[in-house]
């Protein structure tokens, strides 16, 4: 099964949207493909709304904490390696928090999305995500084998 991902591309960044027709950033992108996928969307709601700096640090202790109800943590290089749906955090600036969050979207071809205030939403090669900290792989209905 393919993941519905297209139509998001090239939507401008917008931090805390929730809207594609004037922007997501990389939570409320993959609360949106986890909905069009069937899983039931945690509540990223809860992240920080005090600017980038909070939302940054809110995001790597939301998979600690309120996440873990519904991602399974495995570590920055899963035995097994990616599938479709995990979520990859990262630190792309290396300040040693996780603060950015990618979604793979086709394992096979290595494939990635992900919203950032450069890009907006953009493909990558999950290869080219730096500074990789941690996989969470959703659980739950929805879940793919």
Do not use: W
Request: charged share 20%; with cysteine.
């Amino acid at each position: 099964m393919s993941l519905d991902y297209v139509d998001l591309i090239g939507v401008p960044y917008r931090l805390y949207g929730e809207d594609p027709r004037t922007g997501l950033d990389c939570t409320t992108l993959y609360a949106l493909l986890l909905g069009r996928s069937g899983y039931e969307v945690p509540p990223f709601s809860h992240l920080g709304r005090g600017g980038m700096e909070d939302a940054c640090t809110a995001l790597a202790q939301f998979f600690e904490g309120l996440g873990a109800a519904y991602f399974e943590p495995l570590g920055a290089h899963p035995e097994g390696g990616l599938r479709e749906l995990d979520a990859v955090l990262s630190d792309p600036g290396g300040v040693g928090v996780g603060s950015h969050l990618s979604v793979v979207v086709n394992a096979k071809e290595r494939l990635a999305v992900t919203a950032s205030e450069r890009l907006g939403v953009a493909v990558l090669g999950h290869d080219y995500i730096q500074g990789r900290l941690g996989v969470y792989r959703p659980r739950g209905p929805g879940a793919r084998a």
